[in-house]
């Protein structure tokens, strides 16, 4: 099993909650929904972590109860705060949304003067026929 989230421990290859932990994560959330930013909400809460760290706890699932983890916070609650993070977020422009970039148009067409000349040369017999170019179709 991998890394098992701030707020439980596992006992007799069960996970439990870690209730004095569990009540930091509680309080983060309460923190953060009162208008705390989430490094500021952590600390008051107890936890020592940064900012990136504190948005990656409040965006684990796991809190919500599933199969293995018991539920520490209610699904209201948990929308409640992806939804101040994502307002937040857009109101200071970081919502990574990726800009659409139109591909640029190569030509792939064009009109040559017909070759009157031919070198031994791989090289010289390039320049020469690039100098033949004298126009793109479009």
Known sequence: MGHIPYGYKI???CAVIDEENADKIRKLYSNYLTGMALAKAASEAGIDTYHGT??????????LGDDFYPAI??????????AE??????????LNYKRVIKPSVVPTYFHLA???????????????IYSLIESEAV
Do not use: C, V, W
Not at 85 to 94: E, S, T, V
């Open 11 to 13: 006992e007799n290859g």
């Open 54 to 63: 504190a948005k990656r706890m409040m965006e684990n699932r796991h809190y």
């Open 73 to 82: 916070i209610d699904k209201e609650i948990f929308e409640s705060a992806t």
């Open 85 to 94: 993070r994502i307002k937040r977020a857009g109101k200071l422009g970081r």
């Open 114 to 128: 017909a070759a009157a000349q031919h070198y031994d040369d791989p090289r010289l017999q390039a320049e020469y």
